[in-house]
């Protein structure tokens, strides 16, 4: 692990695969050892405090990897305001980076994010555009679903004219084994809930071609229904991609879409777990409003009842 300008080693830097309990922490050197042989599908990422986060989908596993970070530069306009104005300034954009950011459910109203103080704002007031910059990473606590998440936050922007927003980082998850089974079960309620109707189960249910059991339906801009042979193409390795030519849209349970699919690039790849590259796609509706909040790792099953 170096700088990629200096060449110095990154001591203790976080190796994982997003969205997982998986992974390991480099030594004050850089050196690290992982056993990817289980998730090869998968892109890794490596994170460390003070450099942005980058992810290899490519790599040859039982070799010696050599991996370069960019240290975060951040641009921050010096605006001059009084401390009782940057207090009150400080406790809107919090108010507001955690709705965005955890999002307005249930489940997000039960998280805390521990390190508060290590998340600051552009204050320009004549920014329309509310950005967010972690110098650590952001530490929560998902005391409704049972998580402690660490989340690498690489980008945040809130554009107040239009009320969108964009954030973009990786997570990995953690969970106290030492809980009790009363417990237990009150998280597992609620993390079936979070699931049912979620983007991981929606990419589960399209892998095994199973969107009618499970009560997704998807529909193209002239409401007719698609299947899975008009979505889904697999490559020589048996790698699934979705495709189509333009947006979808995702019932649940429903006669009309509550979520919307659009297409950043040709074919999106997902796997059997319910990941998705998430670059290639944006969404609306429903989906769009689940958070981290109400986000599970991906090791996460649907237990039966």
């Not at 970070?69 to 009782?84: D, F, G, P, T």
Request: charged fraction near 30%; proline fraction near 2%; charge should be positive.
């Amino acid at each position: 692990m170096q700088d990629r300008k200096t060449k110095d080693p990154i001591g203790f830097a976080y190796l994982y695969f997003s969205g997982t309990f998986t992974g390991t922490q480099s030594d004050q050197n850089g050196n690290f050892e992982l056993d990817v042989s289980k998730i090869t599908s998968r892109p890794l990422t490596i994170s460390a405090i003070g450099y942005y986060s980058t992810t290899l989908n490519d790599y040859v596993t039982g070799k010696p990897l050599t991996i370069y970070l960019v240290q975060k530069l951040y641009e921050i306009k010096e605006v001059s305001i009084n401390a009782r104005s940057l207090a009150r300034k400080r406790k809107a954009n919090m108010i507001l980076f955690r709705s965005e950011f955890l999002g307005t459910t249930y489940n997000a109203s039960g998280c805390e994010i521990l390190n508060e103080n290590d998340i600051t704002f552009n204050y320009d007031s004549d920014d329309d555009t509310l950005r967010a910059y972690a110098s650590k990473p952001i530490r929560i606590d998902n005391r409704a679903l049972g998580y402690k998440i660490t989340y690498y936050l690489d980008k945040f922007e809130y554009i107040r004219e239009t009320k969108s927003f964009f954030f973009k980082g990786d997570i990995i998850f953690n969970e106290d084994l030492s809980v009790g089974a009363e417990k237990k079960e009150v998280f597992e309620r609620k993390r079936r809930y979070a699931y049912l109707g979620s983007r991981m189960h929606f990419f589960r249910a399209l892998w095994y071609n199973d969107m009618k059991s499970t009560g997704f339906i998807i529909k193209n801009r002239a409401y007719e229904n698609l299947k899975y042979k008009d979505l889904v193409v697999e490559d020589q390795k048996e790698n699934k991609y979705l495709k189509y030519s333009d947006d979808l849209g995702v019932c649940y349970f429903s006669k009309e879409p509550l979520s919307n699919i659009r297409f950043l690039k040709e074919k999106v790849f997902f796997g059997n777990d319910g990941f998705f590259d998430p670059s290639g796609i944006t969404w609306e509706g429903k989906m769009a409003s689940l958070r981290v909040g109400d986000w599970l790792p991906y090791e996460y099953t649907l237990k039966e009842y």
